[in-house]
């Protein structure tokens, strides 16, 4: 593959958006701030490959940030949504692809006996900490340090100087009012959860996890950390609610919770279940559920909601996925034959988590297993390997603390080519 240094158009790109729209981004980590370079600015995308705007083409592995798992425009995805676009774009009122996409999620994740469909995985998680809210007319809620459920005011906190006291906004024009009921434990460490209920025994509502941590990086749960979150929220009369818009349907066809045989109360998707467009659902048993309006108390609206182009984007996704289950044994193995060629040549200077087509390269020589140990690592390496890795037409996170994805679209040359630069980055 040619070296990619080209990159004047995507500058001048990038001064131009600058002038129009914050950081000239339309959401922070695409300004490649935390590795110094200019954010290539995307003109297509086929397969495992992206090509910019100044012609240089990509081994993609962020595709997306996930949804891509068949990889870019996949022939059979785009004929249905251009066959949808030709009977218009959007109606605000129900179509029966809504009710296709509902009956495909229950089939594949059956813990969501009914869902409501959104527009985005941040309205997802949102509207469904609101439903266990109601549910339960309790007001506060336990999230984990490093776990990231979008950008609701009342998500975007962190741990002040102990894990376990009042959580702060994380974010300016977040009043601290919006966060008082939000409760900060430390992801894989159950004693922290412990002591947050038994301060709290009648007050929390939910606890909201990723099952697989992949916004501090790819950080797995610890065995028995899930079936304790399970067995906990049970004992209080709380409920559990897993984020899975990047584990849902990529894990595995139901997703972290059949992964790893813990059933939630509450689940919230994103990214796959609308085939890479704008969508998200959230959903539980129905007694929660019908918690929702017009059925219940709890309001969650959306003219986009269940949109007709989404949905099908998403049918077609599912049923692909659903009628050729060894795509995740083939995407896995792929993943596997990167941790393991990074792991060789790195040796004890990275720590490199995988599971499924999900992994990280940490630059640290710790076992990444919680928030502490990842933040150990080293962005100013990481920023150099991001570096190494462009310049050769490898394309992954423009952040130390983000995942690498594998699609079904990789093949094996790129995926030798990948190991092949990603070894020599090591020795550069």
Not at 167 to 185: E, Q
Not at 189 to 194: H, I
Not at 380 to 401: C, E, H, I, W
Not at 403 to 410: E, G, I, K, N
Request: aromatic share 8%; net charge negative.
């Amino acid at each position: 593959m040619n070296q990619t240094k080209m990159d004047q158009k995507s500058k001048e790109l990038f001064e131009a958006a600058k002038r129009r729209i914050p950081g000239g981004v339309n959401s922070p980590v695409r300004a490649f701030g935390a590795v110094g370079r200019t954010p290539r600015f995307i003109a297509s995308a086929h397969g495992d490959r992206i090509i910019d705007v100044d012609g240089n083409e990509m081994i993609d592995y962020v595709c997306s940030w996930g949804p891509g798992i068949l990889g870019h425009a996949d022939p059979r995805v785009i004929q249905q949504v251009q066959r949808a676009c030709e009977d218009g774009l959007t109606y605000g009122a129900p179509t029966e692809k809504e009710v296709i996409l509902a009956d495909l999620i229950a089939e594949l994740v059956p813990s969501m006996e009914v869902s409501r469909l959104v527009s985005s995985g941040t309205e997802a998680v949102m509207s469904a900490i609101r439903t266990a809210r109601g549910y339960t007319k309790r007001d506060k809620i336990i999230k984990f340090k490093g776990c990231y459920h979008g950008h609701s005011d009342g998500l975007l906190v962190k741990a002040g100087s102990a894990a376990l006291t009042t959580s702060v906004p994380d974010s300016a024009g977040v009043p601290a009012d919006y966060t008082k009921h939000t409760l900060v434990a430390l992801y894989n460490d159950s004693d922290s959860v412990e002591a947050l209920f038994q301060a709290n025994p009648k007050d929390i509502a939910a606890v909201i996890v990723e099952p697989v941590a992949a916004n501090m990086g790819v950080v797995l749960p610890k065995p028995g950390f899930l079936e304790f979150l399970r067995e906990i929220t049970k004992q209080y009369g709380a409920l559990l609610i897993f984020d899975e818009v990047i584990t849902g349907f990529r894990l595995a066809l139901g997703g972290a919770q059949e992964y790893y045989q813990v059933l939630p109360d509450l689940t919230t998707l994103g990214k796959i279940v609308g085939g890479g467009m704008p969508i998200g659902a959230y959903g539980g048993r129905r007694e929660i559920m019908e918690m929702v309006s017009p059925v219940g108390s709890v309001y969650q609206a959306g003219t986009l909601s269940g949109n007709p182009i989404a949905t099908t984007a998403g049918i077609e996704t599912l049923r692909i996925l659903k009628a050729d289950p060894s795509i995740y044994q083939r995407i896995e193995q792929k993943a596997k034959r990167i941790a393991d060629a990074v792991q060789e040549a790195a040796k004890e200077t990275v720590s490199v988590n995988q599971v499924g087509s999900l992994l990280s390269i940490f630059f640290t020589s710790k076992v990444v297993e919680d928030y502490e140990s990842a933040v150990s690592s080293n962005t100013d390496r990481y920023a150099k390997y991001f570096g190494y890795l462009l310049d050769r037409g490898v394309y992954v996170a423009p952040s130390q603390f983000e995942a690498m994805f594998l699609s079904d679209a990789h093949t094996d040359s790129d995926i030798e080519y990948t190991c092949q630069v990603m070894q020599e980055s090591f020795y550069s």
